[in-house]
């Protein structure tokens, strides 16, 4: 069965600093990847996806995410968070070609930034 | 674009009663509607899948006859929680997709919080 782990619950970081969330997912075929964001009292709103291709994506408010495919991981990355940054993110995975495009979700990372 | 609504946003009901969620793809059509739970400080957990004009597929663990799914049309499903208990409060999430376009990306809608007392 797919599974995705977030390896950090609650990251709190100053304004500038520079974030990492990690993702690892376990499937042993092709996936597509995505990672969500929910703003405080928001829905949730695709960041960025991978589907194929250069597995370094850029997505929306300056986040990227690399696809490594011998670790198994979508880590996603911003050089310099700000204050409005603070929300919870989520990794997701779905298996290529799968029947119903099931999304499986990783249990979420929060991120409080400081001003 | 890609926009999907949820109605309504809350719901506060008595024990016993049931409660309906509408899930509405307001800008292209829904072959594709996902259901979702999520518990407070918890990941989202999926329900149930349904495609337009089919019976929808349920999750291990998911009851049917409690969670009543209907997709009848291409921007339109709905989540019925039949004779609610307190233990069904949750946060409800629908997503849709067009997966005929080729594309497995799924939007989410607001989200409808259940309170059942």
């Known amino acids: 069965a797919q599974s995705v782990s977030q390896h950090n619950h609650h990251v709190i970081l100053s304004e500038a600093a520079s974030l990492e969330l990690g993702c690892n997912y376990s499937?042993?075929?092709?996936?597509?990847l995505f990672w969500y964001v929910q703003y405080p009292g928001q829905h949730l709103q695709l960041l960025l996806k991978y589907f194929s291709g250069d597995p370094l994506v850029k997505g929306i408010k300056g986040f990227e995410a690399e696809f490594i495919k011998s670790k198994f991981s979508f880590n996603l990355r911003k050089p310099s968070v700000q204050w409005s940054d603070t929300a919870e993110y989520f990794c997701a995975v779905n298996a290529r070609g799968g029947s119903q495009g099931n999304l499986i979700f990783g249990k979420g990372t929060k991120l409080s930034v400081k001003p | 674009g890609a926009v999907v609504s949820q109605h309504p946003s809350r719901v506060i009901c008595k024990s016993g009663t049931s409660v309906k969620i509408e899930c509405r793809s307001l800008d292209f059509q829904a072959t594709t509607m996902f259901w979702y739970r999520q518990f407070p400080k918890q990941s989202l957990m999926l329900m149930a899948t349904?495609?337009?004009?089919?019976?929808?597929?349920?999750e291990q663990g998911v009851e049917k006859d409690k969670f009543l799914i209907n997709h009848a049309s291409l921007t339109l499903s709905t989540l019925t929680v039949t004779s609610a208990h307190p233990e069904d409060s949750s946060f409800y999430i629908c997503?849709?997709?067009?997966?005929?376009?080729?594309?497995?990306?799924?939007?989410f809608g607001p989200g409808t919080r259940l309170t059942v007392l």
């Open positions: 997503s849709a997709s067009n997966t005929a376009s080729g594309y497995n990306e799924q939007f």
């Open positions: 499937y042993g075929g092709t996936v597509n």
């Open positions: 349904s495609n337009e004009g089919s019976k929808a597929t349920y």
